[in-house]
């Protein structure tokens, strides 16, 4: 079980890691110097009407990211996942960023343990291992074990975060709005703001911790899904401390059967949809390195930084629009679409909409075992249709999506990636049907606001 919700730590008369001028000046020209010249070169060629980005340039922006740390390589990474958010050649190499991210060394980790806990913090664990177990683009983690011998997760954030946070968002306003002018197809207003929200989330680890009391409140009666358990007591607003969760990397059952392939398939639908439709929240980040395989093929849920809490009215017209594409009814799907925020809906855009929906829900509304996507590579999942739409958007739009949107599609997408990952085959309808079974919104509001209460998560941005 996991430990009740921290009380706080004593306040600190001087947070040496707020956001500061200083930094921010300083992470501006880190990041700009390095992309600067490529953004710039990109816009030119767009410009005259060269669309075409080449593998060259997709590796130079690569490498003039891979050296920072932070949120910079995190946006780099989530666009990554969206499809025809940016060019294949750019998909490719920026998905590449996070496992290639290298770890701080040990005078950091001692830095940011002491600050955190104190100066005897080395006293109050069993054993601390120096060398990084992971390290992704916001912090890194270490193994360790209690003074009884649990074996422990010790999660440190880098260093001015905070600051990094002002100053890549900055460079990323300036990056959609080039982006506005050249590409009319999507306004990225509002996932500009919806980015930038979860990324301010991701720095609160004492956000992150309620994120898994959340789920591990949620799951307490499967025993097919794990949820590490907070140490409140080593654990700060930059440090989370958790059990280390024992098992093998997702992609290391790819050789495995058919039946074992499929049941491991099955459980991350159920870890992905059930919270969604019960309790109207997502792990919004699918990212394979979130999740490990046990022995008996069970799961290991990894990493809360990335959970949106959606309102239930957005759950809902999920449901209402899976109903309307199941009896093509377009005044239906039409009401989803309004009650979620899209504005000014023309028929022709309806119809484009729906191609995209219909996309994302095709396996659910088939009822019959079958892949995912039959013939398609994980990395190009949703690319095609995702072109098409875009096309016809340039055409029709601009279109301003919900910023719910942002984390909803690509959690989706990425969770359809790994059961091709996986090549698994299920009835995804008959799943799909069994969560959503006596679907009310009233009821999912009252479920929520109790789950939230008791886990002591912040109300969501």
Same mark, same amino acid.
């Given at each position: 079980? +996991?430990?009740?919700?921290?009380?706080?730590?004593?306040?600190?008369?001087?947070?040496?890691?707020?956001?500061?001028?200083?930094?921010?000046? !300083?992470?501006?020209? !880190?990041?700009?110097?390095?992309?600067? #010249?490529?953004?710039?070169?990109?816009?030119?060629?767009?410009?005259?009407?060269?669309?075409?980005?080449?593998?060259?340039?997709?590796?130079?922006?690569? +490498?003039?990211? #891979?050296?920072?740390?932070?949120?910079?390589?995190?946006?780099? !990474?989530?666009?990554?996942?969206?499809?025809? %958010?940016?060019?294949?050649?750019?998909? %490719?190499?920026?998905?590449?960023?996070?496992?290639?991210?290298?770890?701080?060394?040990?005078?950091?980790?001692?830095?940011?343990?002491?600050?955190? &806990?104190?100066?005897?913090?080395?006293?109050?664990? #069993?054993? /601390?291992?120096?060398? %990084?177990?992971?390290?992704?683009?916001?912090?890194?983690?270490?193994?360790?074990?209690?003074?009884?011998?649990?074996?422990?997760?010790?999660?440190?954030?880098?260093?001015?975060?905070? +600051?990094?946070?002002?100053?890549?968002?900055?460079?990323?306003?300036?990056?959609?709005?080039?982006? =506005?002018?050249?590409?009319?197809?999507?306004?990225?207003?509002?996932?500009?703001?919806?980015?930038?929200?979860?990324?301010?989330?991701?720095?609160?680890?004492?956000?992150?911790?309620?994120?898994?009391?959340?789920?591990?409140?949620? /799951?307490?009666?499967?025993?097919?899904?794990?949820?590490?358990?907070?140490?409140?007591?080593?654990?700060?607003?930059?440090?989370?401390?958790?059990?280390? &969760?024992?098992?093998? $990397?997702?992609?290391?059952?790819?050789?495995?059967?058919?039946?074992?392939?499929?049941?491991?398939?099955?459980?991350?639908?159920?870890?992905?949809?059930?919270?969604?439709?019960?309790?109207?929240?997502?792990?919004?980040?699918?990212?394979?390195?979130?999740?490990?395989?046990?022995?008996?093929?069970?799961?290991?849920?990894?990493?809360?930084?990335?959970?949106?809490?959606?309102?239930?009215?957005?759950?809902?017209?999920?449901?209402?629009?899976?109903?309307?594409?199941?009896?093509?009814?377009?005044?239906?799907? *039409?009401?989803?679409?309004?009650?979620?925020?899209? =504005?000014? &809906?023309?028929?022709?855009?309806?119809?484009?909409?729906?191609?995209? *929906?219909?996309?994302?829900?095709?396996?659910?509304?088939?009822?019959?075992?079958? +892949?995912?996507?039959?013939?398609?590579?994980?990395?190009?999942?949703?690319?095609?249709?995702?072109?098409?739409?875009?096309?016809?958007?340039?055409?029709?739009? $601009?279109?301003?999506?919900?910023?719910?949107?942002?984390?909803?599609?690509?959690?989706?997408?990425?969770?359809?990636?790994?059961?091709?990952?996986?090549?698994?085959?299920?009835?995804?309808?008959?799943? /799909?049907?069994?969560?959503?079974?006596?679907?009310?919104?009233?009821?999912?509001?009252?479920?929520?606001?109790? *789950?939230?209460?008791?886990?002591?998560?912040?109300?969501?941005?």
């Amino acid at each position: 079980m +996991s430990e009740e919700p921290p009380r706080g730590d004593p306040p600190k008369t001087r947070d040496s890691e707020a956001n500061r001028l200083g930094r921010r000046v !300083q992470r501006y020209a !880190q990041v700009g110097a390095g992309v600067g #010249g490529i953004a710039a070169r990109m816009a030119g060629a767009r410009l005259l009407g060269l669309d075409q980005a080449d593998g060259r340039t997709a590796r130079e922006l690569k +490498s003039a990211l #891979g050296g920072l740390k932070g949120p910079i390589m995190k946006v780099a !990474q989530m666009i990554a996942t969206i499809p025809e %958010a940016v060019p294949a050649e750019f998909a %490719a190499e920026l998905a590449e960023l996070q496992s290639a991210a290298p770890p701080m060394g040990w005078p950091f980790v001692k830095r940011r343990m002491r600050a955190e &806990l104190g100066p005897g913090w080395e006293q109050r664990f #069993g054993t /601390f291992e120096k060398e %990084a177990a992971a390290a992704a683009s916001l912090g890194q983690v270490h193994r360790a074990t209690t003074d009884d011998g649990e074996k422990l997760a010790v999660k440190l954030q880098y260093p001015d975060m905070q +600051s990094a946070v002002d100053a890549d968002l900055k460079q990323l306003g300036l990056i959609f709005s080039i982006h =506005r002018r050249m590409d009319s197809a999507i306004d990225t207003r509002e996932m500009y703001k919806e980015i930038g929200d979860r990324l301010r989330e991701e720095l609160d680890y004492e956000r992150e911790a309620a994120h898994m009391r959340l789920y591990a409140n949620i /799951f307490a009666g499967d025993p097919r899904i794990d949820v590490p358990d907070v140490y409140s007591r080593l654990s700060t607003k930059r440090l989370l401390t958790m059990s280390w &969760l024992e098992g093998k $990397p997702l992609l290391s059952f790819r050789d495995h059967p058919l039946e074992d392939r499929n049941r491991i398939a099955e459980t991350m639908f159920a870890a992905w949809w059930m919270p969604f439709s019960h309790y109207g929240v997502i792990h919004g980040d699918p990212h394979l390195g979130n999740y490990t395989v046990r022995q008996d093929l069970g799961i290991n849920l990894l990493d809360y930084g990335c959970i949106r809490i959606f309102p239930p009215a957005f759950v809902a017209g999920v449901v209402e629009l899976y109903r309307a594409l199941e009896t093509d009814d377009r005044d239906r799907a *039409a009401a989803a679409y309004e009650n979620w925020g899209f =504005r000014n &809906l023309s028929n022709e855009l309806i119809d484009v909409l729906n191609v995209w *929906a219909g996309f994302i829900y095709a396996p659910l509304l088939d009822n019959r075992v079958r +892949s995912v996507a039959d013939g398609i590579r994980p990395g190009e999942y949703g690319r095609k249709e995702a072109f098409g739409v875009h096309k016809r958007l340039r055409e029709l739009g $601009p279109v301003t999506p919900p910023r719910e949107f942002v984390f909803m599609d690509r959690a989706a997408v990425g969770l359809g990636s790994v059961f091709l990952h996986l090549g698994a085959e299920l009835n995804f309808h008959r799943l /799909f049907n069994e969560t959503i079974e006596n679907f009310d919104v009233a009821k999912l509001d009252k479920r929520q606001s109790a *789950a939230l209460k008791k886990a002591g998560v912040p109300l969501a941005a």
